[in-house]
């Protein structure tokens, strides 16, 4: 299915009723007051065949040395206090030893928490403003091979930070008039192997929170556990092999929760973050969370039946390759 761009707030709550946008998308608050209206009435992620990301390692990637000066000095500790934390831990419920819906044999996962790698300023051989996805994939690829990034691994996530002014397109939508943020995956035509990777433009107040930071930090956490938990996103509203974790419509587990805002507490610092869904309680997981250790809730009995929900933020596109690993 292609994207929609932003129109009215009606227009794009009709077209969320029948199906869910790709490449976990975050959209604009302009269409968030409407569409999160559904969520509320529950549903939950089914499993369908493909893998997790067991233990994130998090790269902070700054689109040139003109990334925001608050970004930067706060997207490090925000990603060391969040994946050290009871925000990672209960996701174990999303563990990937069981059959999928579709027959296939789990990849016999476990999700733990992640790690920080650090932040890396790169220089693009793209000097554009005005960058498609396909554009951002040549440059992840190219700053490889380069040893700007280090070489990626199924555990590998770069998280993309942009000055203010950068304009990304995928499909149709257009970041900040449409979306907030989205979640991405291909296959590498140097190594072949998978690259995993987070957008986020500077937006500003009109994706969540009181400032342009908390901003930042809810669409990162976002992007983070949907990237986690659904690696290879559905292509549109129909999931398959080799997507993880989705409702039958396609949605990811912050889509169904996406009006919430919480927090974690630790290593010093107090990080705002996304609520997500809970297949265990069929319900939105609302914390706060702490370095404190938690165990993770029992999987729901039974992941063939899901409900498909109206919602305005949805998940990444098709994986360029189908996964081959255990």
Not at 139 to 152: F, H, R, S
Request: aromatic fraction near 10%; include cysteine; glycine fraction near 12%.
């Amino acid at each position: 299915m292609k994207l929609l761009p932003l129109l009215s707030a009606a227009l794009v709550l009709a077209a969320a009723s029948a199906q869910a946008a790709p490449h976990g998308i975050k959209w604009v608050q302009g269409a968030k007051a409407q569409m999160g209206k559904g969520v509320k009435s529950g549903g939950n992620l089914q499993y369908y065949g493909g893998p997790v990301i067991s233990s994130a390692k998090v790269y902070a990637v700054f689109w040139t040395d003109k990334v925001a000066a608050e970004t930067k000095a706060k997207i490090g500790p925000f990603y060391e206090n969040i994946l050290d934390s009871g925000y990672m831990d209960w996701l174990g419920e999303y563990d990937t030893n069981l059959t999928a819906v579709n027959g296939r044999p789990g990849t016999g996962q476990h999700i733990g928490r992640g790690r920080f790698m650090g932040a890396i300023t790169i220089t693009p051989a793209n000097a554009s403003k005005k960058l498609t996805d396909a554009m951002l994939q040549t440059e992840l690829d190219a700053q490889m091979a380069a040893g700007t990034l280090a070489a990626a691994d199924d555990d590998t996530l770069y998280m993309l930070y942009f000055p203010s002014g950068y304009s990304i397109t995928i499909e149709s939508a257009a970041s900040c008039s449409s979306f907030c943020g989205y979640h991405e995956g291909f296959k590498s035509a140097r190594t072949g192997g998978s690259v995993f990777y987070g957008v986020m433009p500077a937006c500003g107040f009109g994706c969540g929170g009181s400032s342009a930071w908390d901003a930042i930090a809810l669409t990162s956490s976002h992007e983070c556990l949907e990237a986690v938990t659904d690696p290879f996103p559905t292509p549109g509203s129909s999931p398959a092999y080799p997507q993880a974790w989705n409702t039958a419509g396609g949605d990811e587990v912050a889509d169904l929760c996406q009006e919430g805002a919480s927090t974690v507490t630790g290593h010093g610092i107090v990080s705002k973050v996304s609520w997500e869904w809970d297949n265990a309680s069929q319900s939105c997981l609302k914390g706060p969370w702490t370095q404190a250790r938690s165990i993770a809730a029992p999987r729901a009995p039974s992941v063939a039946a899901a409900r498909t929900l109206p919602i305005f933020e949805s998940l990444r596109g098709a994986p360029a390759r189908a996964f081959t690993g255990r």
